[in-house]
């Protein structure tokens, strides 16, 4: 038994809690994982997973070995670029997960000069409306756009973005325009929420001490920030979205932006990762690049 890609193919398994998708992420026979974990739990003596017919879970001694092993496999690959100061020698793959727009628009057209210069690295990029689960999908960082929960999870702030409220012209050329925020009344809105179903919050603006909310009315929710932008420019209601996301809309006059000085508060916008030590050269490398690109990104 190799021992140390058995430990490799445990802390996958233990992350994304099935052997299936584990399988699947390492190219990998789901037969083939099953045994180096059967064989590892007997060179260990103890049972490091509970198997269901639907998902895996760690036991107690499980738990204690998955620590272990993240560090244990962190300091080899360490060690495997310890005296390489050529870019060219960092390999292996990042998993990386952001916001969709941030992707295409801004990430995605800087990211050809980081391949170039860092060509053993794959990066796997994710991008989704919905919250990745950092430690279960195995990603090695996360960008996150809001006010952040209580997770664990390490957090580095990259800034904040600028949010105004925007609506179509041909909106406003049916409604009007609202001047103050008791206009809004009679305005209808874009509502969005991850999770549909859930109560709308309303018009939201930061009235220099507190943040404030208005109920508007509105018939269209969506759970999706490209479909949200997409019903604005329909002229289907009254949006409120980082500036840098219309920026291209507002110049052709597709979008206007209303009521300037009700803006809700800036956005902050973090970058979440699982540990602060024992951190792989790459992914370090990766996110002093991050850091870098999001400077002309957010406030």
């Known amino acids: 038994m190799d021992k140390i890609h058995a ?24 037969g083939s994982l099953s045994r180096q974990l059967q064989s590892l739990e007997n060179a260990m003596g103890v049972r490091l997973l509970h198997r269901t017919t639907r998902r895996v879970q760690l036991t107690q001694d499980g738990l204690i070995y ?39 628009d801004y990430i995605l057209p800087l990211l050809p000069d980081f391949m170039q210069h860092y060509p053993g690295i794959e990066l796997e990029l994710s991008s ?4 990745v689960d950092v430690v279960r999908e195995g990603f090695d960082c996360v960008v996150r756009v809001g006010v952040l929960e209580s997770s664990g999870l390490i957090a580095r702030p990259l800034g904040k973005l600028t949010l105004i409220n925007c609506a179509s012209p041909d909106y406003l050329a049916r409604f009007g325009t609202p001047t103050t925020p008791d206009d809004l009344v009679s305005h209808a809105m874009v509502h969005y929420s991850q999770q549909i179903g859930v109560q709308p919050t ?5 009235d220099g001490k507190n ?14 920030t490209e479909t949200y932008r997409a019903a604005c420019l329909a002229g289907l209601g009254i949006i409120q979205v980082p500036e840098r996301g219309v920026k291209q809309a507002l110049t052709e006059r597709k979008l206007v932006e209303i009521l300037p000085h009700f ?31 999001m400077k002309n990104y957010v406030a």
């Not at 690959?77 to 005296?83: I, N």
């Not at 020698?89 to 969709?100: A, H």
């Not at 989704?128 to 919250?131: G, H, L, N, T, V």
């Not at 309303?202 to 930061?206: I, L, Q, T, V």
């Open 128 to 131: 989704s409306d919905r919250r």
């Open 7 to 30: 430990m490799q193919v445990f802390v996958r398994v233990a992350e994304l809690q099935s052997f299936t998708r584990a399988a699947d992420s390492m190219g990998l026979p789901k």
């Open 66 to 104: 998955y620590e272990r092993c993240r560090d244990v496999l962190a300091t080899l690959d360490e060690m495997d670029s310890l005296f390489q100061h050529d870019p060219a020698t960092l390999s292996g793959k990042l998993r990386v997960d952001m916001p969709i727009s941030m992707a295409c």
């Open 211 to 224: 943040s404030r909310y208005i109920q508007t009315g509105g018939t269209v929710t969506v759970n999706s």
């Open 263 to 293: 803006r809700a508060e800036p956005m902050p916008v973090s970058l979440i990762y699982p540990h602060r030590r024992n951190l792989t050269r790459r992914v370090q490398v990766f996110m002093e690049w991050l850091t870098q690109a």
């Open 202 to 206: 309303g018009f939201e603006y930061f």
